[in-house]
Antibody, heavy 123, light 107 residues
């Protein structure tokens, strides 16, 4: 059974940093690209960042580019999101999602999602 | 970035109704369109990928169609467990933008 378990969320002041983790199991982690998708309270889904199977291809939403860094450790079956210079508008539930493909290419879809970890940015 | 729109933004329907949700892309995305269902307090769930392919385990009352810029998700006979919010997502390019969602609730 595929499982994605996010952790690392919490309350943080504006301008500070936070690192999210996603522990994956039930599939061959290094065969697939992975993504972070967020959802602000009461709002829709926003793709944040994605990383290919070997970390060779990485993408970011314009809203987080230069502030967030995605990474993965295939030996630990784990995905990470380092979030710096956090803003109030980064407040959201952050989901880890498994891609259907190895690379960040067209035709992908997110076939498994974690339950999310809540990040609240407030003073 | 490719912009996605959905209509309606919400609808009320009864059990057994046929429901159709529309998604439109700001430019052609071929058939690179996915549909997700999200229930309150839960993670999104993949229903349809590549515009019309049913994800494994998803009931056959769900179907998708379209190509280019216009797509539809159809629920042939609405069931109580289908009351949820539905999102389309384009996977033609990165970022994989989502539509704003369509909330389906009970009439």
């Amino acid at each position: 059974e595929v499982q994605l378990v996010e952790s690392g969320g919490g309350l943080v002041q504006p301008g500070r940093s936070l690192r999210l983790s996603c522990a994956a199991s039930g599939f061959t982690f290094d065969d697939y690209a992975m993504h972070w998708v967020r959802q602000a309270p009461g709002k829709g889904l926003e793709w944040v960042s994605g990383i290919s199977w070997n970390s060779g291809s990485i993408g970011y939403a314009d809203s987080v580019k230069g502030r967030f860094t995605i990474s993965r450790d295939n030996a630990k079956n784990s995905l990470y999101l380092q979030m710096n210079s956090l803003r109030a508008e980064d407040t959201a539930l952050y989901y880890c999602a498994k891609d259907s493909k190895q690379w960040l290419v067209w035709g992908y879809y997110f076939d498994y999602w974690g339950q999310g970890t809540l990040v609240t940015v407030s003073s | 970035d490719i912009q996605m729109t959905q209509s309606p933004s919400s609808l009320s329907a009864s059990v057994g109704d046929r429901v159709t949700i529309t998604c439109r892309a700001s430019q052609s995305i071929s058939s690179y369109l996915n549909w997700y269902q999200q229930k309150p307090g839960k993670a999104p769930k993949l229903l349809i990928y590549a515009a019309s392919s049913l994800q494994s385990g998803v009931p056959s009352r769900f179907s998708g169609s379209g190509s280019g810029t216009d797509f539809t998700l159809t629920i042939s006979s609405l069931q109580p467990e289908d009351f949820a919010t539905y999102y389309c997502q384009q996977s033609y390019s990165t970022p994989g933008t989502f539509g704003p969602g369509t909330k389906v609730d009970i009439k």
